[in-house]
């Protein structure tokens, strides 16, 4: 489907496509396909729910069938049965270093921003339970790994928490696990608008991020141009969830020409030459956009606007990550602890690390090194697997994983470094 056609079908539905979107992507099961969209997934719950108009939501999912208690980790240094059974369920750094062939060091000249909306009271203290669970080097304040500033910058005040604690754990752990040696700033926006969230990004970079993550977003509309220039910084990195709804109206800020968008995958262990296979995760966002012009380096064919996403990692909260978390007071019923997570907001913060851990982040003024033939083989190229069970696009590339690009994960995802 063309643009055109897409936006027109889109205009007609409106809002309550995008609904559907947000809400069944919360259930549809895992791998589904295009007939997968009558069935019902009850483990999965949206960290946060749908945005007010003028607001953005967090992209974050979490799985209400896998929780451990806080006492389950400290796995570094434990030997035998013991470990096993403290290991939390949920792929670890080391299952993610071993999918992408990430080496387990580097980047330690990084300093990879995440932006958040509202205070996590607990960030830090849950970060240290998820890096030494996994025995990764400590990353505090006081040894200077880790700092939290509001969106003018200052360590006080902060904002009040607005329910995306998951969301900022989730950040936080998975820059870990894919650059253990990095520098982490934590940004907490006063709430999550545009504005905020953007002013945000624009502190970050003042404070000397060289990658900057965004978990977050709201579909794009005439406004959206505006935007830009906060998500626009030569030099840093910038990096945006492409979103959890699957095909439709592309997510700002993924959409800027500026940043690179990330989608997501269903990452799975096998006995194949690499141990791991990936498919398209059901909920990644794709779409070709109504308001941001084609990037020159963007050149796939039924898309005359800008095109998400350009790369991808595992963002299916079925076969999602472990983090550590106890600032969830708005997911009533899921206790503090060990929980299951995905979304793309899993991939945005692990690719911003990858890029961290490269070391290269005046490459990524936009995505374009991705699309140049020297990439090609520092990405696996995923095949299969579609996000058009809510919307479909007739079998287009623009919502089915094919050989070479698409929609729901670009140009593909880590195999290596040699590509970042």
């Not at 940043?259 to 262990?269: A, H």
């Amino acid at each position: 489907m063309n643009r055109i056609g897409n936006h027109r079908l889109l205009g007609v539905l409106g809002a309550a496509v995008l609904a559907v979107g947000t809400v069944a992507a919360a259930v549809a099961p895992a791998n589904a396909g295009s007939a997968a969209n009558s069935k019902t997934a009850s483990n999965v719950k949206n960290v946060c729910g749908a945005a007010r108009p003028g607001f953005d939501r967090c992209f974050a999912q979490i799985r209400t069938d896998v929780h451990e208690p806080a006492h389950i980790g400290r796995v570094a240094g434990v030997k035998g049965a013991a470990a096993a059974a403290a290991v939390p369920a949920g792929f670890g750094p080391a299952d993610l270093q071993s999918a992408y062939k990430l080496p387990a060091t580097g980047g330690a000249n990084q300093t990879v921003a995440i932006v958040d909306a509202g205070d996590d009271p607990t960030a830090e203290a849950d970060l240290a339970v998820y890096r030494s669970t996994y025995g990764l080097p400590a990353c505090t304040t006081a040894n200077g790994c880790f700092s939290k500033v509001n969106e003018r910058g200052a360590a006080t005040p902060l904002p009040a928490d607005v329910g995306w604690g998951v969301e900022e754990a989730l950040d936080l752990d998975m820059v870990s696990a894919a650059c253990p040696q990095c520098k982490i700033l934590l940004v907490e926006a006063d709430q999550p608008t545009g504005d905020d969230l953007g002013k945000s990004v624009d502190t970050a970079v003042g404070l000397g991020a060289t990658e900057v993550s965004n978990s977050y977003g709201g579909t794009e509309s005439s406004i959206t141009p505006s935007d830009a220039a906060y998500y626009t910084h030569p030099g840093v990195a910038i990096v945006a969830s492409s979103g959890d709804s699957g095909y439709g109206i592309p997510s700002e800020p993924a959409v800027f020409s500026s940043v690179i968008s990330v989608g997501g995958t269903s990452l799975t262990k096998d006995s194949s030459a690499r141990g791991w296979s990936e498919t398209a995760w059901f909920g990644a966002g794709s779409g070709c956009s109504a308001w941001v012009d084609k990037p020159a380096w963007q050149t796939d064919a039924n898309c005359p606007g800008r095109m998400i996403a350009d790369v991808a990692a595992d963002a299916d909260p079925q076969t999602g990550p472990a983090i550590y978390v106890t600032d969830t007071p708005d997911l009533q019923g899921l206790p503090s602890g060990w929980s299951v997570v995905g979304g793309t907001s899993a991939s945005s913060p692990f690719i911003a690390g990858v890029i961290a851990l490269a070391g290269n982040p005046a490459k990524y003024a936009d995505a374009s090194a991705f699309y140049a033939p020297a990439a090609k083989s520092g990405l696996n190229d995923v095949v299969g697997g579609t996000n058009g069970i809510f919307q479909d696009c007739g079998g287009d590339y623009q919502c089915n994983a094919v050989t070479g690009y698409d929609g729901p994960t670009g140009m593909g995802t880590p195999n290596g470094l040699s590509a970042f």
